[in-house]
């Protein structure tokens, strides 16, 4: 195990990405790439890390393309099995962008030389399992070492953080939500594919359920949001949404995982989480931002078209689900990963043509009462919608880089309004600083409808 470090005061780099080389690496060197060094970015310095000299360098000409490579973007050798070549790595930066996953297999030791260093950290995972033992084992060392360790900053779950956001900051008083459902719909005229690891890191999640159900009975139970009125009805597995008309069934992703935790630190911290040195404008932005957040039941449903595409997805969902529990059915699951998935992932990931014309929506549906004192009413039912939507270009190498660099230039520019340290999700250390940035680069937020249903009613 790593003892704590005298943090580098002046290290020679602003970021490091680690995994440079990988599918969703080199893309989000790509997006890097055009913050470098332009006039009012705090992106400066850059370096590349990972285990393959000339496979980085490639990565930099395939990104810088059709332009040269910017001669002063550095390479470096690294390895998560070599502790030594990651607290190095650490002492040079920053801020590290890891892209190394399954982060069940890769990401600990990643983590532990940041919050060892007092270095800063994100990562684009969605393996709620890696999020939550990261939490329980690094999150007071981080404090300490006044290390910020941020995972989930990609499609997962970036914009179902900052939708939810969006969706319940819409509500205004004495106007309370009570649940928001986001639908996720997926476009392309192409078809819709996603590199192997994705889905090895699904399988892996999904063999190992009984891990996390493990870890988190044995951390102590946090208490839960204060939500008005009854929790929402369970419905039916596959339902039509009228609103969006598309079917749904339920996505077990990370997204309502790290929302929920967003809420419980909110809870603990109305105000949001101070920064270590932070101006009065930013508290003032951060507190006004806070107290128009309000928390309410989240899940999201996966949306399709057709009802073949939700029998498809369900089909996945049973393959992965009964396989990925014995051995001999996970390796079947990772050998064929295209025709247990339908076609959705692909040992060699998407074309740069299936990335370009794919794009996502995702609908955030949220229910409550136009009044909070009609929330504790007797059998009380919701009597107001509002929907809003986020939508973006593709999910996996496109939102994801952009989600990803948008907190990394959060970090670079804003540090001192940032909390010292700590193991948080996305929502509550960038929320009141990213969705301007995110909308600059292509994902927009927009209030589709504000709704009274049938007055107030009782059951
Ligand atoms: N949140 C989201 O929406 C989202 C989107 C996309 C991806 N992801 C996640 O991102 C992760 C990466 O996905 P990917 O498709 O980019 O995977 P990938 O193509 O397999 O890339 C993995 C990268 O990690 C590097 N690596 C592997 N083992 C290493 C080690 N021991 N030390 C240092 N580097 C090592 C590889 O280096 P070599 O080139 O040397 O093999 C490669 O650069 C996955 O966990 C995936 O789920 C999340």
Redesign the pocket.
């Known amino acids: 195990m790593q003892t704590s470090q005298i943090p580098n005061p002046d290290p020679l780099y602003d970021i490091i990405i ?10 989000v060197v790509k997006e890097a790439l055009k913050f470098l060094n332009t006039p009012s970015s705090p992106l400066k310095t850059l370096a590349l ?4 000299r000339e ?2 360098t490639k ?1 930099l000409q395939w990104a810088a393309h059709p332009s040269s490579p910017p001669p002063d973007v550095s390479v470096i050798i ?5 502790p030594a ?1 990651l607290s190095s790595l650490c002492n040079q930066t920053k801020l590290l962008l890891n ?5 069940r ?2 990401g600990e030791p990643v983590v532990s030389a940041c919050a060892s260093s007092g270095c800063d950290y994100l ?5 709620p399992e890696f999020m939550e033992k990261i939490e329980a084992k690094y999150h007071e060392k981080a404090v300490q070492a006044g290390s910020l360790i941020v995972s ?6 970036i914009p179902a953080e900052m939708g939810v956001m969006f969706n319940t900051r819409q509500w205004e008083a004495p106007a309370v939500p009570n649940h928001v459902t986001a639908y996720v719909s997926l476009e392309s005229d192409k078809k819709i594919v ?9 399988v892996l999640g999904v063999a190992n359920m009984g891990k996390l159900q493990e870890l988190r009975r044995s951390r102590p139970r946090k208490p839960r949001p204060v939500i008005p009125g009854p929790p929402p009805p369970k419905g039916s597995t596959i339902e039509y949404q009228d609103q969006i008309g598309l079917r749904t069934v339920k996505l077990p992703s ?1 997204d309502a995982v790290i929302v929920r935790r967003t809420l419980v630190t909110l809870m603990e911290n109305p105000c949001g989480l101070p920064g270590i040195n932070e101006s009065p404008e930013h508290t003032q932005k951060r507190e006004a931002y806070w107290s128009s957040v309000k928390p309410a039941h989240f899940g999201v449903k996966i949306a399709s078209k057709t009802l073949l595409g939700i029998y498809r997805i369900i089909g996945v969902g049973i393959f992965v689900g009964v396989l990925s529990r014995f051995s001999f059915g996970r390796w079947l699951l990772l050998k064929f990963p295209s025709f247990f998935s339908f076609g959705w992932f692909r040992k060699m ?1 998407p074309t740069d043509e299936e990335v370009r014309s794919a794009s996502f929506k995702m609908w955030f549906v949220g229910y409550g009462f136009s009044d909070s004192s009609l929330a504790s009413e007797r059998n009380s039912k919701p009597d107001m919608e509002i929907i809003t939507r986020v939508t973006g270009p593709e ?3 496109v ?2 880089p952009i ?1 990803l660099i948008q907190c990394a230039l959060i970090v670079l520019s804003n540090r001192e309004n940032l909390p010292k340290g700590g193991v948080y999700t996305p929502g509550i250390v960038f929320g009141p600083d990213l969705q301007e940035g995110l909308q600059e680069n292509g994902i927009s937020f927009d209030l589709v409808s504000k709704t009274a249903l049938r007055g107030p009613t009782t059951a």
């Open positions: 680690l995994g440079a080389s990988g599918f969703t690496g080199k893309y890390a990972g285990r393959s496979k980085l990565t690294a390895d998560t099995t070599e070549s892209c190394v996953g399954p982060y297999i890769h990562d684009i995972t969605g393996e989930a900053c990609g499609f997962d779950s996603g590199n192997f690891a994705t889905y090895e890191s699904a990370a990931g999910i996996g190498y939102t994801t989600s």
